[in-house]
């Protein structure tokens, strides 16, 4: 899980997707961090708004939860790509070779049948907040300031959208897999056996300036 | 027949006449036809129009305030200082309102009709600290009030601020809020009467529409036994809920606000004048231009409550 | 098929869909799902020609979840208090805790790894996210620990579970969940957690104690430290003392009058001060960029439990599940403080398989409203009760003993957060290990919790002084 697997690579057109579109992932990842910062700031403005000044920032709570749908949903296809969505791999972790990557495959399946429902779904929940007529496009909004909803809902289906993507890569990257019969494949996050490990931390440079954390990269391109 | 409905919170004055309702249609139909009642398990509140124009379920209850923009032709009956007297005058006005072809037309986009309201008094003010004697106090007061109540204390200087009654009880305990407009069975039952200090009897700026919708194909799919049964229990079950708000809610409301030892501010008749002069016409005035521009006949709808009053 | 059978046929999916190694958050969503659409099919008579009718209709049900319960100002902590526990982590806060904690308690037996819980004990005092908690910590404690030969999985072990204080010791992200899913004062239910807190502490501490006096090779206590040394210690940890009081202040004034903001706020305000330190420490924009990375990282983990979980409930409400066993716990002719019991054992159980926050979105909307009825109502006196306390404080020692329950979930196979996030920190320790390390501390966690339900006493007599 977050972190514990790795993704490796080489020049097949399947891992060069993998990277461009984990470029992607990350991009989107760091606004939900950012979206996090906001939230951070925010609350900083309108306490001392509030206790300081008394101006209550007006909508408060508006803004807090037009950002949590960005903190929520920005990163679900960049933790999936490393692995990080928690499940319990007590089974799994036993399987070796072909065996392991038709569970892989399946259980891919499944997810992808799953957020293809659920972008028809978030769509449609995007499409009754959302009117070209309407003034701001807008047929649902918050309650204290009338901001438009529409916006926070279209985020659902779009992070979904990139989640599927991921999936089916992952898909493409299993099935191959099993074809292959191959013990370490590309672009899939592989459950690392203990040689890896120790193999990953012997190539590891540890330790900079701030104690940074050692293992925020755990990329083996 | 099986309708789910959607109501939330818990089992309240709030929603006895829907309880009523279910009771009288399964009595009428022998149990042929029955409401099966879900607090909170099948959508939140403010998605209870969603829900509708989905098919999710055939019955729910929704604040027009919760979502102006979904429901913008009855938030008319949510304007401050309309004059409504009594829970048996919001009842007819609503019921009138629901039939005007505007307003028909605009919860048809959630494959919605309205089969009734949720009467309320008007709403009035629980608040901390020290009581505003005159509305001049109310300047710069943090205080919960959503749509046009809000825009009212607006008018007296008061910094309004709409959050969902599940939340108020946190803010005016941590000092966010110092004071929150609610009708009483609310003040009661979401505790702002275990913090606060004061209580305004006759500000009376409002009040919030809260009506009861069905989906509009499952209505037509009922049988014409089921239907009648269902609609001509309307009337019973709203007088029901008016006898029990009145005689229970209203009857327990002195006794609650002397047991917890609270103030009741009262202001004088010259002063609500001056507050309703300043703020009814222009809330009215700015409603019409807001609502006009998203195509609703506003003026039609206001005149047609305005001439409801009337009578 | 009724409903409520339904409801258990598609239970037994979820399970086996987890088994195989699906990812939790989506089994669960596909589970309500599926679920939605066999209700709304079996509404419709399975006519095949309704299928896709009810195909829509449960799909449109399910995609209203994620943006709907994801927006709301409640969670809004869950990203904050995780921030907050990175930031710590680049002031360098975190390690001074740990650094002074080593000096004072260092020479007791198994010195190290109760220096690593009362570390983590303090730092809960800021942080409220119990998984952020452990994946700082595993990044401070268990290099040193390991450099002084205790076992790899025992030192991963110990924090995991001292991650598990967090939750308890004020702020606390899931009791402000709870709070506000059962509608109760936050600020009584967070002074609540300090004592239980404070206790389960003393117990792991104990517990590592114990053992190192029984176990040979167990891990040397570190001596040697002068007194000097030891109050040098303390003014680099003082900056947390600092974030308490501004996160007290915004919980409940002590000073008397209103208090500053709700504790959502004060989180925010105390990752705010912990930023500037960070800054003054000298963090720049790349370490702030893994900060926040990992921040996103971890909500967005959590959140797709979430409303993966609530897709799931949304079905169980289709299902009517809850008012079925709401139904079953009131009519039980036994007495309630053995029904207590089994639901608290309901609980371990279930905590296996799920996480902490997607258990109680799951349960207390039906297990709350029913151990309130056990005691006798919402509105009963202590002298008329079932447990001997009024309704209020029932809810608060209930909250208390849910909060703890799911603590406890946090580090239990197959699904124990703390453990996995432990793991992902470092690269030599697989989920196993950390399982197994992490298992002396199940002792410790059932006499907290047998305490806790001995002695209510424990947790009601904060609360009751305000
Ligand atoms: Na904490
Ligand atoms: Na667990």
């Known amino acids: 899980m977050a972190g514990s697997s790795t993704v490796l690579s080489d020049d097949t057109l399947l891992s060069r997707i993998d990277r461009r579109l984990y470029s992607l992932e990350q991009v989107l990842s760091l606004v939900s961090g950012l979206a996090v910062f906001s939230l951070m700031i925010l609350a900083v403005i309108s306490v001392s708004g509030r206790n300081f000044f008394n101006v209550p920032l007006p909508g408060y709570v508006d803004w807090i939860e037009q950002a949590m749908p960005l903190i929520a949903f920005m990163g679900v296809a960049y933790t999936q790509r490393d692995g990080g969505h928690i499940r319990m791999d007590i089974l799994v972790g036993r399987l070796k070779g072909r065996a392991l990557w038709a569970a892989e495959f399946i259980t891919t399946l499944a997810m992808i049948v799953l957020i293809a429902l659920l972008i028809w779904g978030t769509f449609s929940h995007f499409q009754r907040a959302f009117d070209f007529n309407a003034p701001l496009w807008s047929r649902d909004s918050s309650m204290d300031i009338a901001l438009p909803l529409w916006p926070a809902k279209l985020l659902a289906p779009v992070a979904f959208s990139v989640l599927l993507l991921r999936l089916c890569l992952q898909l493409w990257g299993y099935g191959r897999a099993f074809l292959s019969g191959a013990e370490s494949p590309v672009a899939v996050p592989l459950i690392q056996s203990a040689a890896e490990q120790a193999q990953a931390e012997a190539e590891h440079v540890s330790g900079s300036p701030v104690d940074a954390p050692e293992d925020t990269q755990k990329e083996t391109h | ?311 | 098929m009724e409903p409520i059978d339904i409801g258990i046929a598609v239970s037994a999916g979820m399970l086996v869909l987890v088994l195989l190694g699906m990812r939790v958050a989506f089994a669960a969503g596909l589970a309500g799902l599926v679920g939605l659409i066999w209700i709304f099919w079996a509404k419709a008579g399975y006519d095949p020609s309704r299928f896709g009718k009810a195909l829509t209709i449960a799909v449109k049900t399910a995609g209203q979840v994620p943006h709907s319960k994801v927006s709301s100002q409640a969670l809004s902590l869950i990203p904050t208090f995780i921030l907050i526990g990175y930031l710590a982590y680049y002031a360098g806060l975190t390690r001074a805790l740990f650094d002074a904690a080593k000096k004072w308690v260092g020479w007791l037996p198994g010195g190290l790894a109760v220096s690593t819980v009362f570390a983590t004990a303090g730092f809960a005092a800021v942080s409220g996210a119990s998984v952020a908690t452990s994946a700082v910590f595993a990044r401070i404690a268990i290099p040193e620990m390991l450099k002084i030969g205790y076992d790899k999985k025992f030192a991963a072990g110990v924090v995991a579970a001292g991650g598990t204080l967090a939750s308890l010791i004020p702020p606390s992200a899931i009791l402000v969940i709870y709070a506000i899913i059962v509608e109760q004062d936050v600020g009584k239910l967070l002074l609540a957690g300090f004592v239980p807190g404070a206790v389960s502490a003393l117990i792991y501490g104990g517990l590592i104690v114990g053992m190192a006096l029984v176990i040979p090779n167990f891990g040397p206590p570190v001596r040697g430290f002068t007194w000097g040394e030891r109050l040098k210690a303390l003014p680099p940890a003082l900056p947390i003392v600092f974030v308490v009081l501004i996160i007290i202040l915004f919980i409940y004034n002590p000073f008397g009058g209103d208090a500053w903001g709700t504790p959502t706020e004060g989180g925010a305000l105390g990752a705010f001060v912990v930023f500037l330190m960070a800054l003054y420490k000298g963090m720049r924009w790349a370490q702030l960029k893994d900060a926040l990375l990992e921040t996103a990282k971890l909500a967005v983990m959590i959140f797709t439990i979430i409303w993966g979980v609530l897709i799931y409930v949304r079905f169980l409400g289709f299902a009517d599940l809850p008012g079925a066993f709401s139904d079953w716990i009131t009519s039980l002719d036994q007495s309630p403080m053995l029904t207590l019991v089994l639901i608290l054992l309901a609980y371990a159980v279930l905590g296996m398989f799920m996480d902490a926050i997607g258990m109680l979105l799951l349960t207390l909307p039906v297990v709350y409203p029913a151990v309130m009825a056990l005691n006798g109502g919402e509105m009963v006196s202590a002298a008329d009760s079932a447990f001997g306390m009024s309704g209020p404080m029932c809810a608060i020692w209930f909250g208390i003993l849910v909060v703890k329950m799911a603590e406890f979930c946090l580090i239990t196979p197959p699904i124990g957060l703390n453990c996995f996030v432990v793991a992902g920190v470092r690269d030599d320790l697989t989920v196993q290990d950390v399982f197994k390390g992490v298992t002396p501390f199940f002792i410790a966690d059932a006499v907290t919790i047998a305490t806790l339900v001995a002695f209510p006493s424990i947790v009601l007599w904060l609360p009751s002084l305000v």
């Open chain 2, 1 to 311: 027949t099986e309708w789910s409905v959607s109501l939330w919170g818990k089992r309240r004055a709030f929603t006895e006449h829907v309880e009523k309702l279910a009771e009288l249609v399964s009595e009428k139909t022998n149990g042929e036809f029955t409401l099966n009642i879900s607090y909170g398990g099948l959508s939140k509140n403010t998605e209870n129009l969603d829900g509708i124009s989905i098919g999710a379920f055939e019955m729910a209850q929704f604040c027009a305030g919760y979502h102006r923009d979904k429901n913008p032709s009855i938030t008319v009956l949510e304007l401050p200082f309309l004059g409504v007297q009594s829970l048996e005058q919001e009842r007819a006005l609503s019921q009138a309102l629901y039939q005007h072809p505007a307003v028909v037309e605009d919860l048809a986009r959630w494959n919605a009709t309205l089969l009734m309201p949720s009467p309320l008094p008007q709403y009035n003010l629980v608040g901390v600290g020290d009581a505003p004697k005159t509305l001049a106090d109310f300047e710069g007061m943090t205080v919960r009030a959503t749509g046009g109540i809000g825009d009212a204390m607006a008018g007296v200087g008061a910094v309004p601020t709409s959050m969902s009654a599940t939340e108020v009880r946190q803010a005016l305990d941590s000092g966010v809020m110092k004071a929150v407009s609610f009708a009483p069975h609310a003040h009661m039952s979401f505790g702002t009467i275990e913090t606060g200090n004061w209580w305004t009897t006759n500000l009376n700026p409002g009040t919030v529409n809260c009506p009861v919708v069905v989906n509009t194909d499952a209505l037509e799919m009922l049988s014409d036994s089921e239907r009648e049964a269902l609609l001509s229990s309307v009337d019973e079950a709203l007088d029901y809920y008016i006898e029990f708000y009145n005689d229970k809610t209203m009857s327990a409301w002195g006794p609650a606000l002397d047991e917890k030892g609270i103030e009741r501010v009262t202001y004088s008749d010259e002063e609500i004048a001056a507050f309703k002069e300043k703020v009814a016409g222009p809330t009215a005035a700015k409603w019409v231009e807001d609502n006009t521009a998203k195509g609703l006949p506003a003026q039609d709808l206001l005149d047609f409550v305005q001439g409801e009053l009337a009578k």
